[in-house]
């Protein structure tokens, strides 16, 4: 794509709302391993949203001590665990629980973040200066040990590592937001609907928002995957969700005892995590160049 | 740096102040009778405002080097950080150096052959690579190179041997990300006027790569180095615990098991000075690699 065009299009999302969406669409439809990469998301999700319909709940937990670490079989699709439960159910009913946290936490710092960072970004300021020296002090804490550390006061439990996960996540996510929003601040629309009167509230939902929403995308889409691997590392330490809950890292966890015996304990939950993760950076990288194509390197 | 330590402890005070249970029962065990339990916790300072109780232990811990006693061990958290941090330490910077030695040049190799097989081949392993949680790659390592062809020792400390798979299954993760900053990094700079101004004068290719363009992409690197030291520790702690290793960080994961609160405030705290200095340390070095940071500040006195 030569530049010309490029500004014709640029030109186009500035006037025509839905036509930028279209044409973020239209050039990610292009990138096949981005398109790939949605797909393998898609159906990971369907999987964690019909895990019911696939295999019941109650085979991940039954336990059968004469299948203790079963070898894959037509019976047992990926084997049987060290109490001899059904490898394939916990990894599916596991997609359910690890998947779920992924999703909402990056969702509650999609949220949560881009309010703090607009407001921070364009009011400026003392309340700027307040809260960026309070995020300094939460992003020189590790955000593993911050998550352990939230996890050993508030107890273990789904809910409280989205609690956890989320709330080291915001500092880095209201850092990005603002500083693109510093970048919007400054353009001459935005002069333009203060100068008319408009409300800071109504500037920053109807103007100042839309305009990082590709920026928002990008990092939530990081987010995703970088939350799979804090949870399966979380979990796998054994301060996750509670047992015999599946979820992949500790199924990783509970697999490791049995390394040498049945390393397929640790192939399968291992596989599911490396793939989830790897398909949501392949379409976060995809996404960051479908929305800005002069980025594309 | 100190506003951000004092932060940072106070912070970490406070949420693990929310761990229940009192420092007199854990310390004196179950068979304790209350008074003794009483008497441990006035002892201890327990019974004080939150406020009070901080100021002691950031006291205690400034003036005194004292971070107060294992619930779990009975020995002071002090000496024990002192005996695991070396060990963490060779850990990360392993990793970091591991890293940087596969991830700079493979990331400068990729962004100058762009779009070619020498591209597409490393930047999709460092991306597979960046997304892996190390404990994973530890694993597989650990299958692999301890059990099946037993090179390795799978656990504890014996050598040089035990810390070479801790190296690679936290380096490569890091090294991935290096890889990808350094490419995008050099894919900018080598597209700068100095660079077609170093080409036009004739000067050599690999000159023109090495010298001009890598001088100017390296700074960003450093950066992100620096900043995905946290992500580095967060896998640290993981590969410590996998592999056995008796560093600072499988203390902490240990201590929040046995809901050790001495041991995990202290650790947790010692680990986030470490990260600040980093950070500071990477802030320092830009002097070092930036002429015009340096010239900014020599100026002045002269």
Redesign the interface.
Same mark, same amino acid.
């Given at each position: 794509m030569n530049s010309s065009t490029t500004r014709i299009t640029v030109d186009a999302a500035i006037f025509k709302k839905e036509s930028r969406w279209k044409e973020v669409w239209r050039r990610l439809k292009k990138d096949r391993l981005a398109m790939f990469a949605l797909a393998v998301i898609s159906v990971l999700i369907l999987i964690a949203v019909f895990a019911d319909l696939i295999v019941p709940y109650e085979t991940a937990l039954k336990m059968n001590l004469r299948q203790k670490l079963a070898l894959p079989s037509a019976t047992h699709w990926f084997g049987c665990d060290g109490y001899g439960r059904d490898l394939f159910a916990r990894c599916i009913h596991g997609a359910r629980v690890s998947l779920t946290i992924a999703f909402s936490t990056a969702f509650a710092t999609l949220v949560v973040g881009s309010m703090i960072g607009a407001l921070v970004g364009y009011v400026g300021g003392k309340l700027d200066d307040l809260v960026m020296r309070a995020l300094d002090i939460f992003s020189a804490i590790p955000s593993i040990l911050f998550a352990m550390a939230m996890v050993a006061a508030l107890g273990s439990g789904i809910v409280n590592i989205c609690i956890a996960i989320a709330l080291t996540n915001i500092p880095g996510f209201v850092r990005i937001v603002r500083s693109s929003v510093l970048n919007i601040a400054e353009q001459e629309y935005i002069e333009a609907a203060r100068a008319g009167g408009t409300s800071t509230l109504r500037i920053l939902i109807k103007h100042v928002l839309p305009n990082a929403v590709g920026t928002i995308i990008v990092q939530t889409t990081a987010n995703v995957a970088s939350m799979i691997l804090i949870a399966a590392t979380l979990s796998f330490l054994g301060l996750g969700i509670n047992p015999p809950q599946p979820e992949w890292g500790a199924l990783v966890s509970e697999g490791k005892e049995f390394l040498r015996t049945a390393p397929h304990l640790i192939l399968f939950p291992g596989v599911m995590i490396c793939v989830a993760s790897f398909s949501m950076s392949i379409l976060g990288d995809g996404l960051r160049d479908a929305l800005d194509p002069r980025l594309r390197t | 740096m100190i506003? $951000?330590?004092i932060?940072?402890s106070f &912070? $970490?005070f406070v949420?693990?102040?929310?761990?229940p249970g009192d420092p007199g029962s854990s310390l004196l065990g179950a068979g304790a009778r209350q008074e003794e339990i009483d008497m441990m916790n006035e002892q201890l300072g327990y019974n004080l405002p939150l406020l009070q109780r901080y100021g002691k232990y950031m006291y205690d811990a400034v003036f005194r080097l004292e971070l107060g006693t294992s619930y779990a061990t009975k020995r002071p958290v002090i000496t024990e950080i002192a005996n695991r941090l070396p060990i963490s330490m060779i850990v990360a910077f392993n990793a970091i150096f591991f890293s940087l030695v596969f991830g700079v040049p493979l990331g400068v190799l990729s962004a100058v052959k762009?779009n070619t097989l020498f591209d597409r081949i490393p930047t999709g392993i460092a991306? !597979?690579m @960046?997304?892996?949680? @190390?404990? !994973?790659i530890g694993?597989?390592l650990? &299958?692999i190179f301890s &059990?099946w062809l037993g090179w390795f020792p799978a656990t504890g400390i014996a050598s040089w041997r035990s810390y070479v798979m801790p190296m690679i299954a936290l380096g490569l993760p890091y090294g991935g990300r290096q890889l990808r900053f350094t490419?995008?990094s050099m !894919?900018?700079t080598i597209r700068q006027d100095y660079v077609r101004t170093a080409r036009a004068k004739g000067a050599s290719e690999r000159l023109v790569i090495w010298k001009h363009a890598m001088k100017n992409a390296l700074l960003p690197v450093i950066t992100v180095a620096g900043n995905s030291?946290?992500?580095l $520790?967060?896998?640290a702690? @993981?590969t410590e615990? !996998?592999f056995g290793l008796p560093g600072l960080g499988s203390f #902490?994961?240990s201590g #929040?098991?046995q809901?050790d609160v001495p041991v995990?405030t202290g650790g $947790?705290i010692i680990? @986030?000075v470490v990260?600040?200095f980093v950070?500071l340390a990477v802030d320092l070095s830009y002097a070092f690699v930036d002429p015009r940071i340096k010239a900014k500040y020599s100026g002045g006195r002269r």
């Open positions: - | 506003p $951000i330590v932060g940072v &912070l $970490i949420i693990i102040d929310m761990i762009q991306l !597979l @960046a997304s892996q949680p @190390a404990f !994973l694993l597989v650990m &299958l &059990l490419r995008s !894919l900018e030291f946290g992500i $520790i967060g896998g702690i @993981a615990t !996998l #902490i994961v #929040i098991r809901k995990v $947790i680990f @986030a990260f600040s950070i």
